[in-house]
């Protein structure tokens, strides 16, 4: 499954952005990750097909929301008030496979990420 995320860019503090990623294939979930430079990739949110359950980071919870549209293997993730630490390079990732989907390594696909840049 290829995946491609777009909607990245240049936002001042407390605006909004939202992301989209489009996958090539059918998937079972699929999932935002977020990696600021020199820190660690982190879980952002995931949407499971099945039952639409979905999940959002501690960092981001009342803040973002990720929703989708399984017909079409596209996700969103609408990002509100958004701060400087959510500065990164934001990567969406589908998996195929049951796991700890707060893990990078249960997605099995990424794409090739989109930069969110937040100013104070």
């Known amino acids: 499954v290829q995946l491609q995320a777009s909607g990245g860019g240049l936002v001042q503090a407390g605006g909004s952005l939202r992301l989209s990623c489009a996958a090539s294939?059918?998937?079972?979930?699929m999932g935002w990750f977020r990696q600021a430079p020199g820190k660690e990739r982190e879980f952002v949110a995931r949407i499971n097909w099945s039952g639409v359950q979905t999940a959002c980071g501690n960092s981001v919870k009342g803040r973002f929301a990720i929703s989708g549209d399984s017909a079409k293997n596209t996700v969103y993730l609408q990002m509100n008030s958004l701060k400087p630490e959510d500065t990164a390079v934001y990567y969406c990732?589908?998996?195929?496979?049951?796991?700890?989907?707060?893990?990078?390594?249960?997605?099995?696909?990424w794409g090739p990420g989109t930069l969110v840049t937040v100013s104070s």
């Open positions: 294939g059918s998937t079972d979930v």
């Open positions: 990732a589908a998996a195929h496979f049951r796991g700890d989907y707060a893990l990078p390594n249960t997605f099995g696909s």
